[in-house]
């Protein structure tokens, strides 16, 4: 199985490519179009600021293909974000995907920590990237903007409000959350994606 991470100037690229090696599975880190439409599964990290990422994405075409892209995508934290329409961050459009907006979290109360770093229980898990997962397991966020809950929602946790933490449309999927910081239950999600 050929699994391509999407090579852009943002992403957490590192620690994904080594959470794949401990499945056994030696990913191409790749920016080239015809690569990422050859390969079985595609993986679309990102953390950083979705501004200049998008104007990354565009200028390079990586906008367009991979939203053509056919087999199993699954973007991790700013990728998800990525995936949908406008984004507060930055006021930028995403490649509306998912056809929801990313917003920004507004403390409520004094305890309430921007951004939502940290362990949190997931929850209304729907979907074959959970197959074996029981609700209330813990996976690791950090995020300032967040995904409302929507027709694409395929887990929810809540911090201030309940959020996304998961979407699914077609052959797309995505989480909020780092699978790949989120020990054995991280594990089971990616090989869940993997076995798609």
Not at 112 to 133: A, C, E, Q, V, Y
Request: negative net charge; proline residues 4%.
């Amino acid at each position: 199985m050929k699994v391509a991470i999407v090579k852009y100037n943002a992403g957490n690229v590192c620690s994904v490519d080594y959470a794949l090696r401990r499945l056994g599975v030696e990913a191409c880190l790749t920016a080239d179009a015809e690569e990422l439409r050859r390969a079985d599964k595609v993986i679309f990290p990102g953390v950083g600021e979705a501004g200049t990422t998008m104007a990354y994405l565009r200028a390079s075409g990586l906008d367009g293909v991979i939203r053509a892209l056919r087999q199993p995508v699954l973007g991790i934290c700013l990728g998800m974000q990525l995936m949908c329409g406008h984004l507060e961050e930055g006021d930028v459009q995403g490649l509306g995907i998912f056809g929801v907006d990313v917003k920004r979290f507004c403390p409520q109360r004094h305890e309430d920590k921007i951004p939502h770093m940290g362990w949190n229980t997931l929850s209304g898990l729907r979907g074959s990237l959970f197959d074996g997962l029981g609700e209330e397991e813990y996976v690791y966020f950090v995020h300032s903007y967040y995904v409302p809950l929507c027709e694409g929602t395929t887990a929810e946790a809540r911090y201030i409000h309940p959020f996304s933490a998961a979407l699914q449309k077609d052959n797309f999927y995505a989480t909020q959350f780092h699978p790949e910081k989120s020990g054995g239950v991280g594990e089971k999600i990616l090989r869940n994606f993997l076995a798609l």
